[in-house]
């Protein structure tokens, strides 16, 4: 499986940002999708997840009420809104496909190349 995001950039305080994240292969809808993010001198967070249905999804504390993740399995694209913007969530921006969903990297196998978002005060 392989993974790439899209639609990162640099918005203000409030603003919004929706990322994608396109995936090759034939088997998309077997996999959990998880966002991650990492910001400079930090360790790798979970931010998101959804199962492979779609049907179950699982937020941070962080982001809850402000992020909401979703897929399309025949566009085999997972996505991240995110909404009501903050300082403290710019980072690199990861997608990842593991066969269960976790909030933890280690169950992922497969790690797109990142993307940055940048928000301003």
């Known amino acids: 499986v392989q993974l790439v995001e899209s639609g990162g950039g640099l918005v203000q305080a409030g603003g919004s940002l929706r990322l994608s994240c396109a995936a090759s292969?034939?088997?998309?809808?077997?996999?959990?999708m998880g966002w991650f993010r990492q910001a400079p001198g930090k360790e790798r967070e979970f931010v998101a997840a959804?199962?492979?249905?779609?049907?179950?999804?699982y937020y941070a504390d962080s982001v809850q009420g402000r992020f909401t993740t979703s897929r399309d399995n025949a566009k085999k694209t997972v996505y991240l809104q995110m909404n009501s913007l903050k300082p403290e969530d710019t980072a690199v921006y990861y997608c990842?496909?593991?066969?269960?969903?976790?909030?933890?990297?280690?169950?992922?196998?497969?790690w797109g190349q990142g993307i940055q978002v940048t928000v301003s005060s």
């Open positions: 990842a496909a593991a066969t269960r969903v976790a909030p933890t990297p280690i169950p992922y196998d497969y």
């Open positions: 292969g034939r088997t998309f809808s077997s996999y959990a």
């Open positions: 959804i199962s492979g249905s779609g049907r179950s999804t």
